[in-house]
């Protein structure tokens, strides 16, 4: 796969340093993740944050390794932490490149000796591998790795005060036991030393910008150590949930190579072949995991923080498992959701990763029967189409008849809504930052698009569609008349009704109305489509997607900055959001006639994102953007639909590549 390296002029200083993070998965919701210069800046930031199958949500458990090269009275540390008014150790300073191809690899060059290290997860286990490659010009020198531990949420904040360890020693590492509950191990080829102490007063830059707890202290029960021989030698240590004191080197670098093979096969099989495809491709892995109480597969909504949301699963679907042609992964995708929908309604989402599900959302059944209609595309699997029918009649019923949250059909065939149910669904202080409740444009486009959908995979099992034909028809004949905004030549956001029922129009020039243009069933004119675009074009766009509020509204925010109420009124009220421009581009495309300017434009659009793919999150896309110029990246490192949207467009709407 195409890989991704930085020289000293991405990293010269701590401040440049810590903008730029990496992050790989394990395939069932554990991670890895820090700085390009090993300084952690999050609370999320851990080289083992581990999923274990018996506890709700993710657990930071190997915060960091530091490792120190010493030759007589020449000390050379390699590690980068943030004190309270200082900076260290500076081990950036002999950082010397950061690869990412595809595990993340760093090469420093302190005095006489040259340090290669690589990390990588074991799939489908808690477990972290580090390898080491030393080469040494000068007798006589020593390598120390002193680990630093913790046992807690990857949300929170943790002093010694609040923590405890006991450990099981051996000459190769330990085993250590948490007084809150958990147990891991740490084993290496290199000779352990336990020597437990604390190390106190870790600050997180991010975390402080962002309003949240930013200062913790770590555990370090001992340290690794080995006299370091002329020439080149090679080091391993591991960390994991499972117990792994019989790992050898041969064995991890075993357990490395069937890594990288994996992902290369995964690459293969997308049949894929275009660098840029290729990059965003690599992105695509870490998102797809096993859910932890089914067994099923699903999506992880963004990295670091975020677990499954049926809104983000549905939405990146396409991109993330159609495009790779992960087929079964698709598959139990849609199985693992299908078996939670209650009432009509695909859960919104799992509040700790493997969590009981909530169903405050309006528009996840809606993307649910628009990936099951690209996943039949891809596979003309009619078999598991039949098998999950009954969920599509379950989702138009409940909508038709009404269900939970305020959501149903009003006479007018299209559907209303309670507050805070839309993809805009932020709050602050409990109190919706947009509530958008009522009729939504994009809600009812999505209405539409499944009811035709249904009709169309229901005929093709043989069932009566006819009430669902009725029912289009009816949102055809009422959505113009109710959403056409001819002042601005657009749609209303939202429509709604006052206490009085007097009728309200929503003007506010959104982005949720190009749906209306790029989903497969539409029902405005072309030229109204056109106007549509022409609209989201002008008040919208910026080179990393589209703005969520006209930069005219008196309402936009253009800096997602500071404390959380700061950033979350401004999360739907101008900033940009990349995987708007997936739908973007299909409805560009489509209103410009799939003329050959509108591909090359569309085509340079989504390739702009190259250069973001070597800041923020390295190899992958960040969930927003800041509305004003220079639109800098903000939110998670790695969103599952940005990544999803861009890849999806890049193939299908550019290179041409469709099922």
């Known amino acids: 796969m195409s890989g991704i390296r930085l020289g000293r002029d991405s990293f010269h200083t701590y401040e440049e340093g810590i903008k730029r993070e990496w992050i790989i998965g394990n395939g069932i919701g554990g991670y890895a993740s820090s700085t390009v210069i090993g300084a952690g800046a999050r609370t999320y930031h851990g080289l083992l944050v581990a999923a274990p199958p018996d506890s709700p949500g993710r657990v930071l458990l190997l915060s960091s390794l530091d490792e120190e090269i010493s030759l007589n009275e020449d000390i050379y540390p390699l590690a980068t932490h943030k004190y309270p008014g200082t900076v260290y150790p500076e081990g950036f ?17 302190p005095g006489d000796f040259t340090v290669k290290k690589k990390i990588f997860m074991v799939h489908n286990s808690n477990t972290t591998c580090i390898l080491y490659e030393v080469r040494c010009r000068r007798e006589g020198a020593l390598l120390r790795i002193s680990p630093l531990v913790n046992a807690r949420s990857f949300h929170g904040t943790t002093r010694s005060g609040d923590l405890s360890f006991s450990q099981k020693a051996e000459t190769d590492g330990t085993k250590l036991e948490s007084s809150n509950g958990f147990t891991f191990w740490l084993s290496s080829n290199l000779q352990y030393h336990a020597d437990p102490k604390w190390y106190y007063n870790f600050e997180y830059d991010i975390e402080k910008d962002r309003g949240l707890a930013f200062r913790e202290d770590h555990f370090n029960p001992g340290y690794f150590e080995s006299r370091l021989k002329m020439g080149t030698s090679y080091f391993f240590i591991a960390a994991s949930t499972e117990n792994i004191s019989s790992l050898t080197l041969e064995k991890a670098e075993e357990l490395y190579t069937r890594e990288v093979y994996r992902q290369n096969l995964f690459a293969f099989n997308s049949r894929l ?6 990059k965003l491709l690599r992105a695509t892995d870490p998102f797809i995991v096993k859910h932890p109480l089914t067994g099923e597969k699903t999506i992880i909504a963004g990295y670091p923080w975020f677990s499954d949301w049926g809104r983000d699963v549905m939405i990146s679907f396409p991109g993330l498992v159609l495009i790779p042609r992960r087929f079964e992964d698709a598959k139990s995708i849609l199985k693992n959701f299908s078996s939670n929908c209650r009432r009509g309604l695909i859960p919104n989402n799992f509040p700790a990763f493997g969590g009981e599900p909530v169903y405050n959302t309006v528009d996840a059944s809606l993307w649910f029967i628009h990936s099951l209609s690209r996943y039949f595309a891809y596979t003309e ?5 039949s098998d999950i029918w009954g969920t599509v ?14 959501i149903g059909m009003d006479s007018d065939y299209l559907i209303r809504q309670g507050p805070q149910l839309t993809w805009m669904d932020a709050k602050v202080n409990d109190i919706p930052v947009t509530p958008r409740a009522g009729k939504a444009c994009e809600i009812n486009a999505l209405w539409y698009n499944t009811l035709r ?29 109710v959403f056409w905004n001819p002042e601005n030549n657009c749609l209303y956001d939202i429509v709604s009704e006052d ?29 109204k489509e056109k106007a549509i675009v022409d609209r989201v074009e002008k008040d919208l766009l910026t ?22 109420e700061s950033r979350d009124s401004a999360y739907h009220n101008g900033t940009v959001w990349p995987w708007l421009l997936g739908p973007y581009v299909k409805a560009y495309r489509k209103v410009h006639n799939y003329s050959k300017k509108s591909l090359e434009d569309m085509r340079a659009l989504l390739q ?4 973001h793919l070597e800041t923020a999150g390295i190899g992958t896309i960040s969930e927003v953007f800041d509305g004003d110029f220079p639109h800098s990246p903000g939110g998670c490192i790695a969103q599952a639909w940005s990544v999803a949207e861009i890849l999806r467009a890049y193939v299908e709407d550019v290179l041409g590549i469709k099922p």
């Open 453 to 481: 959908t249904a009709c169309r995979l229901g005929d093709l099992l043989g069932r009566d569609t006819s009430s669902y034909e009725t029912l289009a028809a009816g949102v055809a004949s009422n959505f113009e008349r």
């Open 93 to 109: 300073t002999y950082l010397t490149k950061f690869i990412l191809a595809p595990a993340p690899l760093w090469v420093y060059q």
């Open 543 to 564: 080179p990393f997607g589209l703005r969520t509020l006209s930069l005219d509204d008196p309402s936009y925010i253009g800096l997602y900055r500071g404390g959380s």
């Open 499 to 527: 206490k009085a029922g007097n009728q309200i129009k929503d003007s506010s020039i959104r982005p949720n109305q190009i749906f209306a243009v790029s989903l497969p069933y539409t029902m405005l004119s072309p030229e």
């Open 608 to 611: 702009g994102f190259d250069s």
């Open 273 to 278: 072949t275009e660098p840029f495809a290729l």
């Open 381 to 385: 699997d009619l078999l598991f189409l």
């Open 393 to 406: 009649e379950d989702i138009i019923d409940n909508y038709s008849k009404g269900t939970d949250f305020g």
